[in-house]
């Protein structure tokens, strides 16, 4: 239970809850203590709006970002309260400034959560209409709000600056971890392989999430600000985690084929997953000394895996009851280089702890780092392009408008206490997506009831003024700390805060909680209504865009690849970029196919076919990626003709795969095609033929390096070309079930 309660109060939510309880309890303490508890308040809201926008980026750009934010919430209550009194320009001012706050999420992050937090200010905004100077004074104090919540976030920035970037290099350790103990569990006999794909695959979505949260933070602040000790040893760990993760993904066998080559030498095979398993609890060890100025000690551990594997391999070369045993011994020997590779680059996480690396090379590896993050401009034209049924959040910002405005109005016309409880239960839990929102009223009801009744029970009991303050700023910090990542805890918690409050400042504590509930029903039930009758964005109506994407990436990165591959020399900046965009493009159709998987079944169209196709590109990409890292850990000889032949051909089919997804003409003669394909194999299946011939001779190291390129080339070759037909093939089928 103490480990549970420490890991939280260690967590990003936490430290940002702890933010946002300062710059708002301050404040109302404060003037409080002054007699102006509502200016006090007023202060605190402004802190609270500018709250969701404080995202993980550089200096510069919170600063920024936070700056704006507070003028546009600030302006928001102006304008509500200047048109108030004129209902015939007010309604459709109001809607088109709903509609307007909405449409701001598709600039990115940064601009959705300016998107949530405008449409706070505008349903509070109803909570105190003021008039004459007032809403000048007002808004003042909402602005100051925000410049002291920046304020609080740049003093949490200075105490402890690398604070942020520490706690999400510990959580992506860990999920490292737990992808190589997934691919681990591959290796077991009798293994759900298809089930632990795809939890691989919802592991690769967290794991993006991470990644690009940190580039944001690593890669500004040394673009902007040079690089400090402590910054470069966790870029180094970094970009390290993300070559672990691409030669995880890597390392891709036929297990079903090994189990059975294996089957009289099983314990090869459990060497190697031991040792993956290995490799996982010194990564889950590292990631608790991300905060220790020592690195942990591995006791050698991994050394003693890896001297395991390496003599069990040496057992299989040496039994004279294996008659054939090149093609075993060349599997195991590109299974025994993978592990050590990952030994290594493990070993340099271990080492940038511990400030063992002093020689890093940022000049080559690390030159325009800012290609890598996502561009901070926001053209009108963006917008322009979106003002249409065609896009998911044109009809979200249309259904949320349309949702708000019918909240407002019966909270208008029907005797509810506070509309804008109304309209805020229907921000917090709209989303573009049916099964998010359902999932979230459902959250919000029961934390809201719960909540209401255990508040209830204390305020009953307690008449201490004090301590109810205590509990109620208590309830904040947990409830805020628990929104991301439980709802339902947090809407309980948020909820028990609220009633605390109002335990404070009002006497009839009862009246409050029974309207708190029912606001709060009729909130989340407009919400959820409104997301499955007006314009509907169901999933599979919007998943095409995700698998064009995949196999574009997917595309792209094995054409980088082949470039590498032919032309040798350093690993350039496309490639790299392309490896990105691949592995962010997978978890984005993941999540896509996440959001589908919790809609009605009879919303599910095409479900099978979709997760097809995110189990293929998953799987090419595994190929592609396992190529990409022998080619640059190995010496390599120069791309054959077949080579090149043979990657054009999947390319092209994947080419063909994007124009059907894209409804775009193309021209691909399978049958031409296939015949030259069978031949550039066979040219290749002769080489490694030939290689093979002579079965009782020693293994030269130079001839043995060739075999084992000559083996894995082959291999992944002939795996990506089948996964290409796969892929074109499903798309077929996807694409003409979107026209039924």
Known sequence: MLQKIR????????????????????????????????????????????????????IRHKINGLFVASLIFAGINILVNIFIPYPIIFYPFLTALLFLASMLTVYGQRATMVSFSALLAISLSFAHIH????????????????????????????LQPH??????????????????????????????????????????????????????????????????????????????LVEIQELALSTSFDHDKLQGYFKKNPEVLLAYQNLAYKLANRLNKLAKSVHKPVAYSSKHDINDALKKLEKGIQIYKNDPHVTDRTEGVLMLTNMSKYAKN?????????????????????????????????????????????????????????????????????????????????????????????????????????GTVLG?????????????????????????????????SNYKVGATFITMYVVFVYGIVTPNIYEVIQFRIIDSVVGATLAFLANYFLWPSWEFLSTKPFVTRSVEANRDYLKEIAVFYNNKGIVSLDYRLARKKAFIEIGNLMTSFQRMLQ???????????????????????????????????????????????????????????????????????????????????????????????????????????????????????????????????VTKEFVSGNHL
């Open 599 to 729: 809609e009605p079944k009879s919303k599910q169209a095409l479900l099978p076919q979709i997760n097809k196709l995110a189990v293929m590109n998953h799987s090419l990409l595994s190929a592609t990626a396992s190529l990409g890292t022998y080619i640059q850990s190995h010496e390599t000889t120069s791309a054959s003709d077949a080579f090149n032949f043979i990657v054009d051909t999947v390319i092209k089919k994947l080419t063909a795969a994007v124009a059907i997804l894209k409804g775009e003409p193309f021209i691909f003669d399978s049958e031409k095609d296939e015949e030259a394909l069978t031949l550039r194999f066979q040219e290749l299946k002769k080489v490694r033929e030939k290689l093979y011939a002579d079965q009782n001779s020693q293994l030269e190291s130079e001839t043995d390096d060739y075999r084992q390129e000559v083996q894995l080339v082959i291999e992944q070759l002939t795996w990506m070309n089948n996964i290409s037909d796969n892929i074109l093939k």
């Open 7 to 58: 890991k939280h109060t260690n967590s990003i939510a936490f430290v940002n809850a702890l933010k946002i309880t300062i710059a708002a309890v301050v404040p109302v303490i404060f003037f409080s203590w002054l007699g102006y508890f509502t200016i006090g308040f007023a202060v605190a809201l402004g802190a609270f709006f500018a709250f969701p926008t404080d995202i993980p980026s550089s």
């Open 342 to 446: 990952q030994v290594e680059k493990i070993r340099i996480v271990d080492r940038a702890f511990s400030m063992a690396v002093k020689s890093f090379d940022f000049k080559e590896r690390n030159n325009n780092l800012e290609k890598f993050l996502t561009p901070q401009y926001y053209p009108i034209r963006t917008l322009i392009e979106n003002l249409s049924f065609s896009s998911t959040l044109f009809r979200h910002s249309l259904r949320l408008t349309c949702t708000i405005m019918v909240g407002f109005i019966i909270g208008q016309f029907l005797p509810f206490q506070n509309v804008y409880w109304i309209l805020m239960t229907i921000v917090v839990i709209m989303r573009p997506g049916y099964g998010l929102t359902k999932e979230r009223s459902y959250n919000r009801i029961f």
């Open 163 to 240: 604070r942020y970037a520490e706690i999400e290099l510990a959580a992506v350790i860990k999920l490292t971890a737990k992808y190589l103990k997934l691919r681990g569990d591959l290796w077991s006999p009798g293994a759900n392989r298809q089930k632990i794909t795809e939890k691989q695959l919802n592991l690769q979505v967290e794991v993006n999430t991470i990644h690009e949260n940190l580039r944001k933070v690593l890669f500004s602040d040394k673009i902007n600000s040079g690089i400090s000790a402590q910054s470069k040893k966790m870029l180094i760990a970094f970009i390290t």
């Open 131 to 158: 008039e004459g100077w007032d809403i000048l004074i007002y808004a003042g104090y909402t602005f100051a709000g925000g410049m002291f919540f920046l304020l609080v976030s740049l003093i949490f920035h200075y």
């Open 452 to 484: 209401a009744i255990i508040a209830f029970g204390i305020v009953s009991l307690v008449k201490n003024n004090t301590a109810i303050s205590i509990f109620a700023i208590m309830c904040m910090l947990i409830g805020i700390s628990f929104t991301q």
